[in-house]
């Protein structure tokens, strides 16, 4: 038992080794990087869906970017999806067992896909001619055509045939005879250097990469998967013909058989006398709703089950039957003493072993997966009994016939009865006690089992009925009732990673069963671990689908409230700054102008806030489609009529303001315009009264004139005129100090822009000054 366990640790690492070398130069095709450990990093999915991509030849769906448990099943989920899609077998793989790092099933599920795209893919157009099924078979018949004149070789498997390097070197050399001499491989003496020349020769003119090591082949059974995938390689780009001769050869060479289950007899007394009971391993992929099926043909269930077969190692195998030739030479009518002393020494040195390792057996635990492991340990158990019962049968077989044949004294007739006694009573005592382990292991499996899936299926009621009032529950009304629902959902999460746990248990499920009821006894089983698949399944699909629209409204919701924070802070300013400002009883006509300015700036700044009205509005529409709650529409709507509100109360306020103030401001400038007129008027008039009297008094008296009357319309049109040139005056300077001109005052267009404007309000000026002094000249003349 310790040589076979070591002996699968080393196959497990040249397996490891040369699986990785197969994965990065199929990542190396599509521009990825190499992964450093197989086992850790395929865990998460994302590694494997780059292969598969690069596999398929087509993108695939977008990877989940969390870290996850949940996140990695999902991935490792939708790569077993593909694997299906392209009709890849899996068995008893589920996403769980490469989360995990199950080392041995992360290597079956690589050698899944090596089987699909390496060897099965090569080689479907030899098989399809040849009408054939077996890769392997056809590989063989490959290999065997191809190195047939080479005397030295003789391949027969996939293992050992291939240990001294030269079945490789020969099937290169069947193809490419011009690469090397034959002789110079012969006279190699190293089965290691054998082996470099041919994976040397191979990499430099076949562009086969070093998927080997001759380290790991150069031993007495190398890994077959190892072998057949370089063996693949070499097939690819060699020619691929393959006749029947050499299929019908390889189909008469001995097989040794791969797997067995051994089933047990009554033939005689001292067998084991019961009803042959196996166990039937239900491997049940929870988390995905999906079954992989030891059939070429998947089926999309929500489980998949084998049948546990208890193959032997060929160290075992070997083991067993030197044993058993050792016990064997008691061929009947040349059966002596001696012999059958010897074959009973054996025989009861294995008993006394067997019933060692029985006494040695742990106490049937009250765990599950320590349950489990006492089972399968104690199955193995069984399985080797039953392989040494026919040595217990042989040896009392040759005692009877010593018996019989009347030879022996009565001494030696007594001590043979008395061994043959004794055996007879170890050994029904030792079957007794190990079908009574067996049995007690069975139950308290079951049991335990079961338990599983009642705490499973009572978890599932109430976590259905928790995600359900959870989901009728509308979000809001506010951004703290968002949070709230958050943290509710991080408290989901973790309960779903802890019975992630009970559900990775019964991922492989142990069930006892009649050999002649299999099939319907587990079909009920089967029926509700699909129903518990299904469920676990939707939970999972809800939860993550609930979590990223919380994430999403949370966000939502955040930046609407900062962005209507900050506009309510700013319309708050602004009406604060609005009602500082004085409208009224102002006397001064600079503190007028200053007060308009002011009253312009803030309505400039409405005009360039306004595009912040139409984003909030935008914001909420896009918010109240996630929440979908008529109570949180309605306190937005609310919310942004008060807005609206505010703002336009604000405009008129400014609006009557600015007139307001413009309509004084022009009444105090023309008020002081007319002052300035009638003194110049009266100066005027003084001066020509004064010029008058001189002419009157130096020239002949005049004629008398008719006295002229000032036209009082036109005096009036004056008056209007002058009003409105001074109040669009007014106006134009406010606008030229509002922020839309100093912020681009730099700006030098902007600026001859500001110097042209104000060089046509001067010239207005001057033109007005102009008109009044013409219209007072016309009134002195009359």
Not at 529 to 540: E, F, H, N
Not at 641 to 669: H, K, N, P, W
Request: charged fraction near 25%; include cysteine; proline fraction near 3%.
């Amino acid at each position: 038992m310790l040589g076979s366990r070591k002996k699968g640790i080393l196959e497990e690492d040249v397996q490891k080794k040369t699986f990785t070398k197969w994965v990065n130069s199929q990542l190396a095709k599509t521009g990825k990087p190499p992964v450093e450990d197989l086992f850790s990093d395929l865990c998460d999915g994302r590694r494997l869906l780059e292969l598969l991509e690069g596999l398929t030849g087509h993108e695939l769906v977008k990877l989940e970017r969390g870290f996850t448990r949940v996140h990695s099943l999902n991935n490792v989920n939708r790569a077993l999806q593909i694997l299906q899609k392209n009709n890849v077998e899996l068995v008893n793989i589920g996403a769980a067992d490469i989360v995990d790092g199950n080392h041995k099933l992360i290597l079956g599920l690589i050698w899944s896909i090596i089987l699909h795209w390496q060897v099965k893919d090569v080689m479907k157009d030899v098989m399809e001619g040849l009408q054939q099924t077996n890769s392997e078979k056809i590989l063989l018949s490959w290999v065997r055509q191809n190195t047939r004149q080479y005397p030295q070789v003789n391949v027969v498997n996939f293992s050992s045939s291939w240990n001294d390097g030269l079945a490789f070197n020969a099937l290169i050399h069947s193809h490419r005879p011009e690469l090397f001499d034959w002789s110079s491989v012969e006279k190699k003496t190293s089965a290691v250097d054998r082996m470099e020349h041919a994976f040397s020769k191979a990499e430099q003119h076949l562009g086969i990469e070093r998927l080997l090591d001759p380290e790991d082949v150069a031993v007495a059974h190398p890994d077959k998967k190892s072998i057949i995938m370089y063996v693949t390689s070499l097939f690819r780009v060699l020619p691929q013909s393959v006749s029947m001769e050499a299929i019908q050869e390889v189909e008469t060479l001995p097989q040794a058989a791969t797997a067995n289950i051994t089933r047990v007899t009554t033939e005689e007394h001292y067998q084991i006398q019961t009803k042959q009971r196996f166990s039937e391993q239900i491997t049940v992929n929870v988390a995905q709703g999906r079954v992989q099926s030891p059939s070429p043909q998947p089926r999309y269930k929500s489980y998949a089950y084998t049948q546990a077969a208890y193959v032997q190692s060929p160290e075992q195998k070997r083991s067993q039957e030197e044993l058993q030739q050792r016990l064997s030479p008691l061929p009947a009518g040349t059966t002596s003493l001696e012999s059958y002393q010897a074959a009973l020494e054996e025989v009861l040195t294995w008993l006394l072993s067997a019933e060692d390792g029985l006494q040695g057996q742990a106490p049937i635990s009250n765990h599950v997966e320590e349950v489990k492991e006492q089972f399968h340990t104690h199955e193995g158990y069984m399985v080797e009994l039953t392989t040494h019962q026919s040595s217990v049968g042989r040896v009392l077989r040759a005692g009877a016939a010593l018996l019989g044949e009347g030879n022996l004294s009565e001494e030696e007739d007594s001590e043979v009865r008395e061994q043959m006694n004794l055996l007879n009573s170890r050994w029904e005592h030792l079957r007794v006690a190990s079908m009574e382990r067996q049995s007690r292991l069975h139950e308290v499996l079951m049991d335990l089992q079961h338990e599983q899936l009642q705490q499973l299926t009572d978890w599932l009621d109430v976590t259905e009925a928790r995600i359900k009032k959870m989901g009728a529950q509308a979000l809001g009304p506010d951004l703290e009732d968002i949070k709230r629902r958050v943290e509710e959902h991080k408290l989901l999460q973790e309960d779903l990673e802890l019975q992630q746990v009970r559900v990775n248990s019964l991922t492989h499920m142990v069930v006892v069963v009649d050999e002649n009821s299999g099939d319907s006894a587990t079909a009920a089983l089967e029926s509700k671990l699909q129903v518990l698949g299904d469920r676990w399944a939707a939970i999972c699909r809800w939860t993550e689908e609930r979590w990223i629209l919380l994430q999403e409204t949370l966000l939502k919701w955040q930046h609407f409230t900062n962005e209507q924070c900050l506009f309510d802070s700013w319309l708050t300013q602004k009406e604060e700054m609005v009602g500082s400002i004085k409208t009224t009883n102002l006397k001064d006509q600079t503190e007028m102008v200053a007060c308009l300015h002011h009253l312009t700036t803030v309505k400039a700044d409405l005009d360039v806030k306004r595009p912040t009205m139409d984003k909030l509005c935008s914001m909420s529409q896009d918010l109240v489609s996630s929440v979908k709650n008529k109570e949180v529409a309605n306190k937005l709507e609310a919310r942004l009529d008060s807005f609206a509100q505010r703002q336009g109360q604000l405009v008129q306020i400014l609006e009557m303001s600015i007139t307001q103030l413009s309509a004084a401001v022009s009444a105090a400038q023309h008020s002081e315009l007319t002052h300035s007129v009638t003194a110049t008027v009266t100066k005027v008039t003084t001066r020509e009264k004064m010029s008058a009297v001189r002419q009157t008094r130096e020239s002949p008296p005049p004629q008398k004139k008719r006295q002229v009357v000032v036209d009082s319309e036109l005096r009036k049109r004056f008056d209007v005129d002058f009003t409105e040139v001074h109040s669009y005056m007014t106006r134009g300077e406010a606008i030229l100090q509002s922020p839309e001109f100093s912020v681009t005052r730099k700006d030098s267009s902007i600026q001859e822009l500001h110097d042209k404007v104000q060089v046509k309000i001067v010239c207005l000026c001057l033109m007005c000054i102009c008109a009044s002094v013409s219209f007072i000249y016309d009134l002195s003349v009359q």
